[in-house]
């Protein structure tokens, strides 16, 4: 008998790629965006978004695990995801997740009526129609092979936190593009640059990538590569959060 050639393995859109396939699925990716528009979403463009969602939550994990080493401990707690957020504004994306998830309770602040009253929180019911909130179990194999891959376990109430980050994050960031698309580009594209103590200032974003994102061009119907990117840059703050999902989601479809 002669034994077959092993098929190559497809890391990327088209062929191999530098990036490994995202724990996020496009087809995961495109049944949230369905959620939200009736736009089609292109192949590049589920790409893109799903690279997106992963360099969020690693960056969210490892800022994780920085914080559990400090008190020599492994598995992470939602404490720790706390931590990660106070010491690095650009972790803190997802955050309508943060109304429903009790790792957040008290840090939301308290609403007040106009006599003073507090006011309470609505019951929590069934809606027909699907949410980032309803949604977040789709992300939890994605999330649980993210942390598998960054040598990390976590507690079950943290493996749900970050299903919900991501769940929301991946929600808005479709909104956005939808947007992008239906305005012909960013209409209010604007830059924020943090500086963060012991690390050197993210490099400034070039005038022809800044008019590229701004400003589209394509039907009104499809949403595309460069309109996640245009989107990326309103989710993430101007630091290198933003810069690294960009130039990683570029990468993860350069091929495509």
Do not use: C
Not at 103 to 112: A, C, P, R
């Amino acid at each position: 008998m002669t034994t077959q050639p092993a098929r190559p393995e497809r890391s990327g859109p088209e062929s191999a790629s530098v990036m490994d396939v995202p724990p996020f699925k496009p087809t995961l990716v495109k049944a949230v965006f369905r959620d939200v528009t009736s736009m089609h979403v292109s192949r590049s463009a589920a790409w893109a978004a799903a690279s997106v969602t992963r360099t969020v939550l690693t960056a969210i994990i490892d800022g994780a695990r920085r914080a559990a080493a400090e008190e020599a401990r492994k598995k992470l707690i939602p404490g720790d995801l706390l931590s990660a957020i106070d010491r690095n504004v650009e972790l803190e994306v997802g955050t309508k997740w943060y109304d429903h998830s009790p790792t957040f309770q008290g840090l939301t602040g308290v609403m007040y009526d106009a006599q003073g009253v507090i006011v309470r929180s609505r019951k929590r019911s069934r809606s027909r129609k699907p949410s980032a909130v309803v949604g977040a179990h789709r992300f939890e194999a994605g999330v649980k092979k993210l942390l598998r891959s960054q040598g990390a376990t976590a507690v079950p109430a943290m493996v749900r936190d970050l299903d919900g980050i991501a769940s929301v994050f991946l929600t808005d960031l479709a909104r956005d593009a939808a947007m992008v698309v239906r305005e012909g580009g960013v209409q209010r594209f604007g830059t924020v640059t943090l500086g963060m103590s012991g690390e050197p200032a993210p490099p400034p974003f070039l005038k022809d990538s800044h008019r590229a994102l701004s400003t589209r061009t394509g039907d009104g119907r499809t949403i595309g590569r460069n309109d996640i990117l245009a989107a990326t840059t309103i989710q993430l703050f101007g630091g290198n959060l933003r810069q690294r999902a960009l130039t990683e989601a570029r990468e993860a479809t350069q091929n495509s």
